[in-house]
């Protein structure tokens, strides 16, 4: 240490200067007199402080006290494994595998790690007293080698522009590797190198997307930016053209049929693949059957098929604002599984026997055939509902009954009423979005949901109370985390509002769907509900049957959506092995398939999301300079996200523009709050804002605040 600062040293100084003593000679251990030599530090005080400092360290798990007052670095504590997370500010942060505080990491530091790799990272003593900062010391695993970008295409090379967010640097392309990529266009490129002493990473282009603008390209676009298949292979399609139409007569004839009983499918009004249907008919006994009929895909798929390995990769539909890109091939998705009317369909159902009450007094679970009566939009079973006719009136009135029953059941054992709205918009023939508008769930939706929830619910009940344990495949959310619920608990003060963040899961899932119905119609539903959904865990699949506490079922699984979602897929042929009297099957095999596809879920939802942001920033763009009226919908160190009253787009007000003050983030009171004048901006405060800027190629509504 310097001799001038000997005397007057802050502890803080110190102790950084007794870890990087230590960390400079790992293998040896040293009291504090030796410490204190090395240190050049000869004031009894001083040496005292060093003991304590010597003590604080250990405690902390930097030192480790080998005997009596002797100390050796603790290497254990040295490296951390995790994660590298690029901030939106363009910082990198690496989250801890054993979720420990995130530690920053200096781009001269990153060893050119990128977002989503997973590395080994060495502490710095410099920042321990501060922010904890370290440095890359080995790429564990690259999260991705493929970007999309804009191409800038000179003479002899060209490069790949990225955004920031994801990769630091622009990608270097040898001109030999462009296939025939121009300036201005969208490409996807795969790093193939990245020299040590080098900027930036080379790499080649895989595919020209097209013209920056153009919406196929965009589309396609952001399933590549997720790493999402937006085509499908030739090979894979073909192998769909071979599967025969026609249904055996001796696969007719082990099969229960349902083809004279009256059936019917409700779907969006530009659905094309039906997976589910449901039937009805009055039994001599006086009671009701009730038919929920699913596509048998896995009648056409079988294991390790060409088809089921893509769809096994895939593990869902993605659909976007003007599309479905498909789990399957379109000949099974829209075609041979798809439960169109009029039409012979093999079938895996479950019928139920109800009496009056909806209550299920017997069930079983087969597959059958049938051949739907009519395909109905939501739209046209919520008329009958309200009161006109149509066809199947008397079923579809029975059937909303029973819905209205089961949903009524449901929330009276615990169950939470996550209603919410969803942005649509009015595409015209090119993809322009020309307009916006907010689409509520209905009683239609509900009567179908009920029944799904139903068939699910039971299948997975079926098997988890069998006997002898089975591996299987569940849908389970975790309960709540309590630091969240308190924190909601805080938030909702504010509002005026009350619940209960602890006592038993029906308790607390009582008074939430009871601050729910108190928001419902008021202006701060909306973020109230975001808020309260964000203390919820996450569902995911596993073979770990945790139950599901946002429906209040002790067993759930995914049964109805085989046509898109890998899972279901799985679970009707788990079943078949099951009900045949079969042995349970590997867990590790399928808890790999579980994990999979909740990863594939997460990346599909962010595309479905990253294509409404789109579409919000294009509606938008026209519409820059108007003024409106908004609430503020999220608050971050960055700056303030503030929803759109009129038609629910969101943008962001950059915290340089708050120029009245320095602003500070308050991440447990939701607020930004200025240092000197203490003026709070709050989540679910009302503001007026004026749209300044539309950046569709970063997704990004820029408002600024009308004081």
């Known amino acids: 240490m310097k001799s001038s600062s000997k005397s007057r040293i802050r502890k803080k100084d110190l102790l950084v200067a007794i870890l990087d003593f230590f960390a400079h000679d790992t293998g040896r251990s040293y009291n504090y007199q030796q410490v204190s030599n090395a240190l050049g530090l000869t004031k009894q005080a001083l040496k005292v402080l060093v003991a304590e400092c010597l003590a604080e360290l250990s405690v902390q798990n930097h030192l480790i006290e080998v005997s009596k007052g002797k100390f050796k670095f603790n290497e254990r504590g040295l490296y951390v494994e995790g994660v590298i997370k690029r901030s939106r500010n363009g910082k990198n942060y690496l989250m801890p595998d054993d979720g420990g505080d995130p530690i920053f990491i200096a781009e001269r530091n990153s060893r050119q790690a990128m977002n989503g790799d997973r590395v080994r990272v060495l502490h710095s003593a410099k920042k321990t007293y501060s922010e904890p900062e370290g440095e890359v010391v080995a790429i564990l695993e690259h999260a991705t080698t493929t970007f999309v970008g804009v191409l800038e295409v000179e003479r002899s090379y060209a490069f790949l522009v990225t955004d920031s967010k994801r990769l630091a640097n622009d990608i270097f392309i040898p001109k030999d590797k462009l296939k025939g990529g121009k300036t201005g266009q969208k490409a996807l490129v795969r790093i193939v190198e990245w020299p040590e002493r080098s900027k930036n990473p080379i790499g080649e282009v895989i595919d020209v997307l097209g013209e920056v603008g153009d919406n196929d390209t965009e589309m396609n676009a952001i399933m590549a930016e997720f790493g999402l298949p937006y085509r499908y292979p030739e090979a894979v399609e073909k192998a769909a053209e071979t599967i025969p139409e026609a249904i055996p007569a001796e696969e007719v004839a082990r099969r229960e049929d349902f083809r004279k009983v009256a059936t ?216 709540p985390d309590a630091e969240k619920l308190e924190d909601l608990m805080q938030f909702i003060k504010r509002f005026g509002y009350k619940m209960k963040a602890s006592g038993s899961k029906t308790e607390v899932a009582k008074s939430i769907n009871n601050l729910l119905d108190q928001v419902q119609g008021k202006s701060e539903e909306n973020l109230i509900e975001t808020v309260a959904i964000r203390s919820m865990a996450k569902a995911i699949y596993s073979t770990v049957n945790k139950g599901h506490y ?72 026209e519409r820059v300079g108007n003024t409106y009226e908004g609430v503020i919908s999220g608050v971050t160190e960055w700056g303030l996200y503030v929803e759109i009253n009129e038609n629910k787009c969101e943008g962001m007000i950059p915290i340089r523009e708050l120029d009245d003050d320095f602003y500070e983030f308050d991440e447990k009171s939701y607020c930004l709050k200025g240092r000197r004048q203490h003026k709070c901006y709050q989540l679910g405060q009302p503001v007026t804002i004026q749209v300044t800027r539309a950046n569709l190629e970063r997704k990004q509504l820029d408002f600024s605040l009308v004081k």
């Not at 990769?313 to 479905?324: E, G, I």
């Not at 002898?468 to 569940?474: G, N, S």
């Not at 890998?566 to 590997?586: E, Q």
């Not at 939802?605 to 294509?611: D, F, I, K, L």
């Open 264 to 479: 019917f499918t409700v779907d969006p009004h530009d659905a094309k693949d039906f997976d589910d249907a449901l039937s009805l008919r009055k039994l001599p006994n006086g009671r009701w059957e009730v038919g929920v009929h699913i596509a048998d895909v896995t009648y056409y798929v079988k294991p390790g098929s060409l088809i089921d390995k893509e769809a096994e990769k895939r593990a869902t539909s993605v659909y976007l604002v003007d599309r479905t890109i498909p789990m399957l091939p379109e000949r099974l998705s829209n075609g041979l599984c798809s439960l169109r009317p009029n039409e012979d369909k093999c079938c895996y159902s479950c019928i139920f026997e109800m009496d009056n009450h909806a209550v299920v007094k017997k069930y079983r679970i087969v597959h059958t055939l049938i051949n739907s009566d009519r395909r109905f939009a939501y739209e046209e079973v919520q008329d009958v509902i309200d009161g006109a006719e149509g066809d199947f009136k008397e079923e579809i009135l029975q059937l909303n009954a029973f819905a209205k029953q089961l949903r009524q059941k449901r929330f009276a054992a615990g169950a939470i009423n996550f209603d919410r709205w969803e942005m649509k918009f009015n595409i015209d023939e090119k993809g322009k979005p020309i307009g916006v508008y907010v689409k509520s769930a209905t009683q239609s939706n509900q009567l179908i949901e009920e029944f799904m929830l139903l068939a699910n619910r039971t299948v997975a009940t079926h098997i988890g109370q069998s006997g002898a344990p089975k591996t299987f495949v569940y849908r389970v959310h975790d309960l």
């Open 550 to 621: 946002g429906l209040a079922f002790d067993y759930y699984t995914h049964f109805t959506s085989p046509i898109r979602r890998y899972p279901d897929m799985l679970v009707h042929r788990l079943l078949d092995r099951y009900l045949a009297g079969g042995r349970s099957v590997s867990q590790d095999t399928y808890e790999e398939w579980c994990q999979h596809s909740s990863a594939m879920e997460q990346l599909a939802a962010q595309a479905e999301r990253a294509s409404i942001k789109y579409k919000m920033v294009e509606f938008m763009a």
